[in-house]
């Protein structure tokens, strides 16, 4: 069956670093699309980037220029570097498949000083 693993989650300061990994398995993962979502308290869950299976990658404007989604197809792995955290991007952080059919558990981002 489908699975989706996600980790890297954790506390860091504001202005600091994270990088969250999802490990996809039972899917033609170098053709899927896939995307990281994300639910903040209170609000609805968003995405925030979403890469094709060629690699071509799209972004929330309020992660634009801090966060970048990549893929080892390789290692049917999708990434999100997250540089220059706000307290705002704190929230549960989830990949799925583009088509949004397949979830991952969420990983926890917590930004705080």
Known sequence: ??????????????????????????????ITAMGWYRQRPGKQRELVAHTTGGGITNYADSVKGRFTISRDNAKNTVYLQMNSLKPEDTAVYYCATGNGLYWGQGTQVTVSS
């Open 1 to 30: 069956q489908v699975q989706l693993v996600e980790s890297g989650g954790g506390l860091v300061q504001p202005g600091g670093s994270l990088r969250l990994s999802c490990a996809a398995s039972g899917i033609i993962f170098s």
